[in-house]
Each structure stands twice: as structure tokens, then as C-alpha cells.
């Protein structure tokens, strides 16, 4: 980033959003752990993962840009489509989100960007909205607030750590047991699923 500089700023803001929230561990269970927090003045959770599974840096950028794929492994994704590749390390996607019956799924743009030291020792990935970049669609609720960090780190040669935050409005009026479903199942499901594909 320019290169430190950018992996070192994106670590202080990841470190500093962590700290504001008081988190309370929701499942603990395959070696994942996840944890929620409430956010101030907001009607979302904020969400924690962290987890150690068996992988490479190789092999995690290799599952993060292979977009098409994502509804193999993230929770509840209908459909996935690249809309543009800055680099292979820079990219924006699309993605809709299933919701069950009678309420809409949700669509979200996503600008992900994927740091790296010279070494590496560890990488930051950010994902952050962007949602005017596409018209809205007919009958999907546009997410409008999305906010995700990864800091990926090597234990060992064959396994990485990872330490995930993610804010996520979904939008629009949701029953509180589909928002508290989506928050306590779907980061773990997803992060059972990504150890899979990582196993692959």
C-alpha cells in the first residue's frame, strides 16, 4: 500500500472500529467464534469472527476474487456477477441476497480491496458499499450501509488466522427474528462454508 503505509492505516481504523463496540460472543463452535455488538444510534449488529483454518493467503484470494462462486460458500447469496476488475487485487461486485418469503431480497454493490505487505506477513481486505454505482432493481432492496474488514495472518505455513468485522444494514423492515437469524447464522455458516472451499 503504498504499501505499508496503506496495510498500517487500514489496520489502526479495523483496531479502532473493534474497540468501540462491546462485544458478546454469540457461537463458539469449529474453531470459529462469533461475536456480536450493538452499534450506537443504529438498528443493525455489528459482527466479529475470528477463526483459524486451514488454508493459504494463495488460496483465500483465490476463493475472495472468484465472484461467480460466491453463493457457494456465502450465506444466503443468490447471485454474484463482477461489474469491474481494477486490478486482481481491486475489484467491485454485485450480489443479491435471499430472503424468505414475504420479504425482498436484498441487493448490494461491494468495492473490495485487497492489501498485502512486501513479505507478506499478513493481508487486509476491505469491503466497503457502493451502492449508486448501479440503478436500484425493481423489487430488491439495495443495501446502503456495508462495511467489512479482514486482517489474514499465517500462523503457520499451512494455516491462517483471521479476524473479520463486518457492519451490514440490510435495509427496509425485517422481523427481528430473520435480523437476529441473519446475524448469529450467517456469519458462522459462512465461515464453515469458506473452510471447505479453502480444503479444496
Not at 46 to 65: F, H, P, Q
Not at 76 to 102: G, H, V
Amino acid at each position: 500500500m503504498l504499501r505499508l503505509y496503506f496495510i498500517t492505516i487500514s489496520g489502526l481504523l479495523m483496531n479502532h472500529c473493534i474497540a468501540q463496540y462491546t462485544w458478546k460472543l454469540e457461537k463458539e463452535k469449529n474453531g470459529i467464534s462469533v461475536y456480536l455488538a450493538d452499534v450506537p444510534g443504529a438498528d443493525f449488529k455489528a459482527i466479529k469472527v475470528e477463526c483459524v483454518l486451514t488454508g493459504t493467503y494463495s488460496k483465500l484470494l483465490s476463493i475472495l476474487s472468484n465472484v461467480p462462486k460466491f453463493s457457494n460458500w456465502i450465506y444466503r447469496t443468490k447471485s454474484s456477477r463482477l461489474l469491474k476488475q481494477n486490478t486482481s487485487l481491486d475489484f467491485i461486485y454485485y450480489a443479491e441476497t435471499e430472503m424468505p418469503w414475504p420479504v425482498s431480497n436484498r441487493d448490494e454493490v461491494i468495492h473490495i480491496r485487497v492489501r498485502t505487505d512486501s513479505l507478506p506477513k499478513f493481508v487486509t481486505i476491505t469491503g466497503t458499499g457502493e451502492p449508486n454505482l448501479v440503478p436500484t432493481i425493481p423489487g430488491k432492496v439495495r443495501v446502503t450501509h456495508y462495511k467489512a474488514s479482514w486482517k489474514v495472518t499465517m500462523p503457520t505455513p499451512h494455516s491462517i488466522r483471521i479476524n473479520y468485522l463486518l457492519e451490514f444494514d440490510p435495509g427496509g423492515s425485517i422481523p427481528a427474528w430473520l435480523a437476529n437469524s441473519f446475524a448469529e447464522k450467517g456469519p458462522y455458516e459462512t465461515f464453515v462454508n469458506l473452510a471447505e472451499q479453502l480444503k479444496k
